[in-house]
């Protein structure tokens, strides 16, 4: 099994979806892993960017030790703020929101 497909295979159990296989799927046309109320597309890269690890360590200390949730906002200039992302580490995302694991 690939690193990716393992990864895809790992995420999906934690939030309690199902991997979704590549065969016969298109760009777009289906999400890496199957849930009932996520779209979930996974990338996995070898390292992100240090300003992103910086900018999740700032909103996870000011987080008041865990009783808010920690997220970076990410915006382009020149976009709506309707189009901005928001990150969230998983194991907070599923401490919020509930998973499988």
Known sequence: MTTWKAVERSIAKIV?????PITGRQRGSAPDVAHE????????????????HDAMAQAVACSDNGDK????????????????????????????FGGDE
């Open 37 to 52: 109320w996520l779209g979930i597309e996974i990338k996995h890269r070898k390292q992100l960017p240090a300003w992103l």
């Open 16 to 20: 309690g979806g199902e991997r979704v």
């Open 69 to 96: 949730l920690p997220i970076v906002v990410l915006h382009e200039k020149g976009r709506r703020h309707d189009d901005d992302f928001v990150v969230v580490r998983l194991s907070d995302f599923v401490d919020h």
